[in-house]
């Protein structure tokens, strides 16, 4: 089961921190995602952290869009992922999933086998 939290009404250039907790199964055998989804559009990876500490370097991975403005952490040891959002953006609003995925190298949609129900991140201009 994942759980996110975090989300809610900013303004152009606030942050905000999404939290997801992972309960039921073993944690550090899953790749980690955090994904979006706005309107009319389709849901898109925007930060993944491999189970594999050597893909990657360990390091997470991001789409274009995000880079540099989102951060994304793992706590092994508390089940938890974390999504840092700096600079944030109109075009950013969507709804947020968390998702964990078995294979190490997970980044597409159809790669992970479980998601969280999504946290709302609204940013006004």
């Known amino acids: 089961q994942l759980v996110e939290s975090g989300g809610g009404l900013v303004q152009t250039g606030d942050s905000l921190r999404l939290s997801c907790a992972a309960s039921?199964?073993?944690?550090?055998?899953?790749?980690m995602g955090w994904f979006r989804q706005a309107p009319g559009k389709q849901r898109e990876m925007i930060a993944v952290i491999s189970w594999y500490s050597e893909w990657n370097g360990g390091r997470a991975q991001y789409s274009n869009s995000v880079k540099g403005r989102f951060t994304m952490s793992r706590d092994n040891a508390k089940s938890t992922v974390d999504l840092l959002m700096s600079s944030l953006k109109p075009e950013d609003t969507a709804t947020y999933y968390c998702?964990?995925?078995?294979?190490?190298?997970?980044?597409?949609?159809?790669?992970?086998?479980?998601w969280g129900q999504g946290t709302q991140v609204i940013v006004s201009s």
């Open positions: 039921g199964r073993r944690f550090d055998s899953y790749t």
């Open positions: 998702a964990a995925g078995a294979l190490a190298r997970a980044t597409e949609v159809f790669e992970f086998e479980y």
